[in-house]
């Protein structure tokens, strides 16, 4: 059941359907030739295959934590990295399989995840198993430092499921992945799961079902990629694979690494400053209205980036911005653009 609205997205899985939100802009209509290969349409798509993966994945294969589900309290569990981020790994990767995207489109699904997983700092600070312990907490009430403090059991989740799968494959010589771990899991505790009492997956289990399923020893990846916070080492993992990965700068102009966000039609507000970064060490903060670069208006992102486009990093620039009703002036040291933009392709091609 999808209602479309002006600009939401998101889902929620039932047992036998799923309610989805999507934007009205994403939706392909009958006037645009190649609108079901849009940006917007495949994020669409995406959320349908995750909710409709989520029927095995958390509806029925469940954390013990879950099985029952208590209603009327908050259910822990540091196991989410499975059933999110496992769920947000085989949504793309579905859409390749039954042949909705080819391997190109899904490879910048992919480099579209590693790269904002890779951008947020908070990744070093919070593992995704504390992120999905602490969901009731934390990750369901963000704020503008979440960025810099959080790290999204989804994304990085995912990208746990990605090296998983490479680490599974590159041990076992192609002959076993993470499908064999879920068929194991779906045997286990998905396949019966209303014929008796409920169980699920246990906390801490994940090693051994991997080793049972697949006969590849997963200890070591599965403690310092989901509950450590190591980034996961993908181009090595690829590598292996025949698929490199390169990081290079989206763009060429110096950074004040921060993120912005239009404020109505009052310009242009600081929504998230990475931390130590350019407008960190200039004493920014998230909210500053900006209201000129060295004496130029700014009123929106473009014309930000015009007037940046004029300095290179390491020049010194002076910001006027509001805080609440004070206007106030710094300097800012510009920081190169960071390589934070990856892209993949078969390494023979
Ligand atoms: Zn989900």
């Known amino acids: 059941m999808t209602m479309v609205t002006g600009d939401d997205y998101g889902g929620l899985e039932h047992r036998s359907s799923t309610a ?5 802009r994403d939706l392909p209509t009958i006037n ?23 029927t095995w994945n958390v509806k029925r294969i469940k954390p013990a934590a879950f099985a029952p589900y208590r ?36 490879h910048r699904l992919l480099a579209k995840n590693v790269n904002a997983v890779h951008r947020a700092p908070g990744r070093f600070k919070q593992s995704v198993a504390e992120s999905s312990f602490d969901t009731w907490t934390r990750f369901y009430k963000q ?17 746990v499921a990605l090296g998983l799968d490479l680490h599974i494959r590159n041990h076992s010589q192609n002959e076993k992945s ?26 801490g289990e994940m090693p051994s079902l991997v080793a049972e399923a697949t006969g590849v020893d997963a200890t070591d990846f599965i403690a310092r990629y989901a509950y450590g916070r190591d980034d996961i080492p993908l181009s090595d993992l690829m590598a292996k694979q025949g698929v490199s990965l390169q990081w290079s700068s989206a ?29 960190h060490k200039a004493g920014l903060s998230a909210g500053d209205l900006i209201v000129a670069l060295n004496g130029l208006r700014v009123k929106n992102q473009q014309n930000l980036d015009q007037l940046l486009s004029a300095y290179s990093a390491t020049d010194t620039i002076a ?14 040291t510009l920081s190169q653009a960071p390589n934070d933009s990856c892209s993949l392709t078969l390494a023979s091609s």
């Open 32 to 54: 645009q030739k190649d609108a079901a290969k849009s940006d917007g349409y495949l994020t669409f798509l995406g959320l349908v295959s995750h909710e409709y993966f989520h």
């Open 178 to 203: 993470l499908d064999d771990v879920m068929r194991l899991m779906w045997e286990r505790y998905g396949r019966e799961f209303y014929l008796r009492e409920p169980r699920g997956v246990a906390e």
């Open 71 to 106: 209603y009327l309290e908050e259910n822990h569990t540091d196991l989410l990295w499975v059933f999110e981020g496992f769920t947000s790994y085989y949504d793309d990767l579905m859409l390749l399989r039954s042949g909705v995207v080819d391997l190109d489109t899904y």
């Open 251 to 279: 763009n060429t102009l110096p950074s004040l690494d921060a993120r912005f966000r239009a404020r109505g039609n009052e310009g242009l507000e600081i929504a998230t400053v990475y931390e130590h970064g350019a407008a």
């Open 319 to 332: 910001l006027h911005i509001f805080r609440r009703d004070e206007l106030r002036e710094f300097k800012a």
């Open 143 to 159: 704020d503008e430092n979440s960025p810099n403090a959080l790290v999204s059991y989804y994304s990085k989740g995912a990208l």
């Open 20 to 24: 989805l939100v999507a934007s009205r």
